[in-house]
């Protein structure tokens, strides 16, 4: 708790206008959001300008080599202006390089004190800048390009108490979308007796109106609670939508990454999340040109986004990683791998414009979750699929729609008027 506790004690003025800058998953921004909640005091304030910070918080991502570059550049134009303070996956990647003037590192040893209940008791202030309450920190898993694993560790759960204490005060202070986190949130619980279906069920409990989303989760993990899950999901409150990332559909491929499922595991998983819900949003990750890949992994690729059809597809670039099994391997050669890439990106447009043009047509409530460009808002369906509509209404309220156009990746909707 040093860092934390320097952190409070260090700096202090009357008020102090607080900077805050997150990169990444969406649990890194969730801690980021935590970290500052609790170093603020109730006169401090948040500022989207820099320049003009006491303290700049900057949260950090180094799942990919070029991440972590932009990650250490951005470190040193903030600290220029004064004291920032350095949290996430970078620190305990990078630890050497940070140590500079102006620049506070918070390692993510400290930080894992946060799943060990003694930071669990953070007053939610700013609801703004929190992106989801996170649930456990580090994974159960050992894949060999995983850089996220080296830099978070072992399996830590928080209890659903102190979950559901911090989902309470961001509902109390007005926001109504929560999301919670992880790097594999099946993984939650394994090690204190206690499953994901049972926490959401807990949360869902809470008396109050708001919208549930769950965060990805492995499927190694998944298809050990896939039936309680998707009963936990039948609650009105939790979004429809699973982010399940298979990386491949090739199970030689999936082998050499040590993944620890077959993709028939995915397809399961898949297929029951379509059968308990028929609109739900299915979103996937998939990492191209990993060593040893080939025309062979490439085709049962394409086959397994046109069989599994995801709304979401998020392609990355394999990117070798120090400190990982897979740092020295040897990748495909850079044309195949481009090939590959952009021919999963052409699926991934097709099978989204058939998906979304289904919904033409319909109507539908839609929860507002944010102002929009130019006179709009964004709404969400009940799967958690962006709506756009032309009108001035309230965050967070139900609106009747009827569904008029599809964008690239969005509906267009219309309210409906009594």
């Not at 980021?32 to 900057?58: F, H, S």
Request: hydrophobic share 30%.
């Amino acid at each position: 708790m040093k860092a934390f506790n320097g952190e409070l004690n260090s700096h202090r003025q009357m008020s102090r206008k607080i900077y805050v800058e997150s990169y990444g998953c969406t649990q890194e921004k969730s801690e980021t959001g935590l970290y500052v909640n609790k170093i603020m005091d109730e006169d401090d304030k948040i500022t989207q300008n820099p320049e003009e910070a006491d303290l700049r918080v900057i949260g950090t991502c180094v799942v990919i080599k070029k991440t972590e570059n932009k990650m250490l550049e951005r470190i040193g134009y903030l600290s220029e202006m004064g004291q920032t303070t350095v949290i996430g996956c970078l620190p305990p990647i990078s630890y050497g390089t940070l140590v500079e003037k102006n620049v506070n590192v918070i390692s993510q040893a400290d930080f894992r004190s946060l799943y060990k209940g003694e930071l669990d008791n953070i007053e939610i202030k700013e609801p703004s800048i929190l992106d989801g309450i996170p649930i456990n920190q580090g994974c159960t898993g050992n894949c060999n390009f995983c850089i996220s694993r080296v830099a978070r560790g072992k399996l830590l759960s928080r209890t659903p108490d102190k979950i559901c204490n911090q989902i309470s005060m961001i509902l109390q202070r007005g926001k109504k979308e929560i999301r919670i986190s992880s790097l594999d949130t099946a993984a939650y619980g394994k090690d204190i007796g206690i499953r994901l279906p049972a926490l959401i069920n807990r949360a869902t409990s809470i008396e109050d109106f708001f919208r549930l989303r769950v965060g990805m989760m492995e499927p190694k993990n998944t298809e050990e609670i896939v039936d309680g899950l998707l009963d936990s999901y039948k609650n009105e409150k939790v979004f429809k939508f699973l982010h399940l990332p298979v990386q491949d559909g090739d199970d030689r491929i999936l082998e050499l990454m040590n993944r620890e499922y077959s993709v028939g595991s995915y397809y399961h998983i898949n297929q029951k999340f379509r059968s308990a819900f028929r609109d739900g949003v299915f979103s996937t990750d998939i990492i191209t040109g990993y060593p040893d890949s080939d025309d062979e992994s490439f085709r049962k690729t394409c086959e397994l986004l046109y069989k599994s059809r995801p709304d979401i597809v998020n392609i990355t670039t394999f990117s070798p990683r120090q400190y990982t099994r897979d740092f020295n391997k040897k990748m495909p050669p850079s044309n195949l791998i481009k090939k590959w890439g952009g021919e999963y990106t052409r699926i991934h447009k097709e099978i989204l414009s058939q998906n979304q043009g289904e919904f033409i047509g319909r109507e539908m409530k839609i929860f507002i979750t944010e102002k929009g460009k130019k006179g709009t808002v964004v709404g969400r369906d009940e799967s958690y699929r962006p709506v756009v509509i032309k009108s001035e209404l309230p965050l967070f309220s139900m609106e009747d729609v009827e569904i008029v156009e599809a964008g690239p990746t969005y509906l267009i909707g219309k309210t409906i008027t009594a």
